[in-house]
């Protein structure tokens, strides 16, 4: 149980420990006691077979467009990207997790997401005004905003250039998650969808950087696009539609 401060998800370390040792991993960065009496006490058997139902649904699109009421909007390629389920079920040698669990998530075709994402929320704090990342072939650009977490993004951003990488998309599907201020729980949100940047070596990409951030999104449209053109909406203003889970 790995109760730290910075998420151990998408390291070596972590890596190391399921696939040479066999351990049972469960990565809790930020988790206080509160999720004990919320997100931790989610109906774990339904959440698996709606978590496993929408990652079906997703595997078999290859592009992704999303759009948000706050003017966020981006797409990209999945195409061949295997689409990974987290349901916190973790009584296999080998197994990984968050706790609390209850996701979807895949590692976008590196080079082709393209838009723009408007940030509210800060991974542990409402962000006093917002913070705008613009997004060109696979990469954040620019960091626009009065904020003081523009500097400290754009300081990270500079380090190197994989830190600016689109890594991963993710998609809630915890309907005992609540808490906006906490990304370790507000990434489950039943609902939402997740954009990280930085690392995504770990679930299928090919960028491997010691960074990975997670940003939550409320109310999201999410289309998939599949091969022959066909597009069906997942969620729309933040509703799963109906046969998606």
Known sequence: MALSYYSTSHTR???????????????MPLFDEKMLEGAMR?????????TRGIAAIVNKSER???????????????KNREVKADTGIITEPGTFSNL???????APIEGTANGKL???WAPTRKLKSTVTLHIEKGLVTNVEGKEKYVSY??????????????AELGIG??????????????????????????????????????????FVFFKPTVTLIYKNGRKRFLLKNGKVKPGSG
């Open 118 to 120: 408007v940030l509210e």
């Open 13 to 27: 370390f972590r890596s190391l420990l399921n696939t040479i040792c066999g351990t049972r991993y469960a990565s």
């Open 64 to 78: 992704i467009e999303i759009q948000t009421p706050n003017g966020s909007e981006i797409s990209f390629s999945k």
């Open 173 to 214: 599907t915890n309907d005992r998650a609540s808490r906006p201020d906490n990304i370790l729980e507000s990434e489950k949100i039943f609902g939402t969808i997740h954009i990280a940047l930085g690392d995504n070596s770990s679930f299928g990409g090919t960028v491997r950087t010691p960074f990975h951030q997670d």
């Open 42 to 50: 989610v109906d774990y058997k339904k959440m698996l077979k709606r």
């Open 153 to 166: 993004l754009g300081d990270k951003l500079s380090e190197q250039k994989e830190n600016s990488n689109i």
């Open 100 to 106: 609390p669990a209850g996701e979807v998530f895949l």
